[in-house]
């Protein structure tokens, strides 16, 4: 289990202002005109997309705003409830509960399974390689 605890150590999760800088950009949507929405000045935007860690209730706040759905984006945060709205936007947004130490054990499990089957596969090889040379 120590080793499991190590691992998780190095586990980078996701720089969440950098990925709401990437996905406004992907709209096409300005940093002017995104501050001026929201209600807030260029530089606290930008100190934003320089938060790894920034918080449901400022990217709601830019999704309500702009009119825009982030669930693509942040879908460990966002969901939409209103599946019959045909727009990107429901006003119906709710914070979801992730269980990420679940999904990091999981993850950890299938990684090592894939470690696993491959260095079989190397010996495997391996062996095929060396029979090859005896013939």
Avoid at 4 to 22: A, D, M, S, T
Avoid at 46 to 68: Q, V
Avoid at 85 to 107: A, C, G, I, M, T
């Amino acid at each position: 289990m120590l080793v499991f605890y190590l691992n998780l150590c190095f586990v980078r999760f996701p720089h969440r202002g950098q990925i709401l800088k990437e996905t406004l950009n992907a709209f096409g949507l300005k940093t002017n005109a995104v501050a001026k929405a929201v209600g807030v000045n260029r530089v606290t935007l930008y100190t934003w997309f320089k938060d790894p860690e920034l918080g449901i209730d400022k990217i709601r706040r830019i999704s309500h705003s702009l009119k825009i759905d982030l669930s693509q984006s942040f879908p460990e945060f966002l969901v939409v409830n209103d599946p019959s709205n045909s727009s990107l936007y429901s006003n119906s947004v709710e914070k979801v509960q992730p269980d990420f130490e679940r999904q990091l054990l999981d993850l950890y499990k299938r990684y090592t399974l894939l470690l696993e089957e491959h260095q079989e596969l190397i010996r495997k090889h391996n062996s095929l390689l060396e029979k090859l040379k005896g013939n």
